[in-house]
């Protein structure tokens, strides 16, 4: 028997305003998972909710429900943890335990066909939050066959895996995402490009929905917009609080390169703007 694991990562919102996919693409990614999902219905081990939860550091918003519900015909086990949740500066998010910033109770779940089970998630880390901590809530299918038919076991084990988001709410919210830097550069295969790194200056994490950049250059106040595909993965990206991301921009027509980096952080104005979550 082959096992094989699903992910529901961060769920659909994820797919629709935090991924590298725009426009058709999106409506054609969902319509695929949605059609896959639909057709694995029979097997669907479990439903984790909600996929989202923003807890306060301390007080009783610090702890949080969550909700497995077993919708097979088979008895199956859970494991639930928790995930710290970082970037790279190319827009890769990055993992590692958090067990030391929540309690868990209980942390792993055995569910009979048809049933539902509460989990108690409790924030216990630093009381003091100036910028919003995102983390993972992972619900994790692991492998259980007992008192199952061997006529009913399938040659393939689907495990399936849902990635929610928890943020814990900072003292005070400050929305603030501004572009650190607009340089020339090349490629390490010498293509022309524009580099641009993006920073969250705020407290709170931002949706990139609907992004858009205007940039000028200083010398002759020619202008060129960058919005949608052309803005890469930063466009509809989750970005954090405190984080930056890097993004190299096909090199504008109308800009001539410059033929040294003296003074390259000089040469750009630029305005950064986007829609609300």
């Known amino acids: 028997m082959e096992t094989y694991r699903l992910s529901v990562k961060t769920y659909l919102h994820q797919v629709l305003c935090g991924g590298s996919m725009y426009g058709m693409n999106k409506i054609r990614f969902v319509t695929i998972l949605l059609l896959i999902m639909s057709s694995l219905m029979p097997l669907a081990a479990f439903q984790f909710s909600p996929l989202e939860q923003n807890f306060a550091p301390t007080g009783a918003d610090s702890t949080k429900t969550y909700t497995i519900v077993n919708d097979s015909a088979d008895t199956i086990a859970v494991e639930v943890t928790a995930l710290t949740r970082d970037l790279s500066s190319s827009g890769e998010e990055e993992n590692e335990s958090a067990s030391a910033y929540f309690s868990i109770v209980p942390s792993k779940v055995l569910l009979r066909p048809q049933s539902s089970q509460i989990v108690r998630v409790q924030y216990r880390g630093p009381r003091t939050v100036p910028s919003e901590l995102a983390f993972r809530i992972r619900a994790e299918q692991i492998p259980y066959t007992q008192g199952r038919s061997a006529e009913n076991t399938s040659m393939f084990n689907f495990l399936y895996v849902y990635t929610t988001s928890a943020y814990i709410t900072p003292t005070r919210v400050n929305e603030r995402v501004e572009v650190a830097s607009a340089v020339p550069a090349r490629t390490v295969e010498g293509r022309q490009v524009l580099s641009v790194e993006i ?22 106040r020619k202008s060129v917009l960058y919005q949608g595909e052309a803005l890469g993965f930063a466009n509809s990206m989750n970005l954090l ?23 390259a952080a000089s040469l750009f104005t630029t305005k950064l703007s986007y829609g609300s979550q």
């Open 199 to 220: 920073e969250n200056t705020g407290s709170v994490h931002q949706i990139l929905n609907d992004l858009k950049l205007e940039v000028i250059e200083n010398k002759t």
């Open 241 to 263: 609080a405190g984080k930056k991301v890097r993004v190299n921009l096909t090199w504008p027509s109308t800009f001539e390169f410059p033929s040294s980096s003296s003074g």
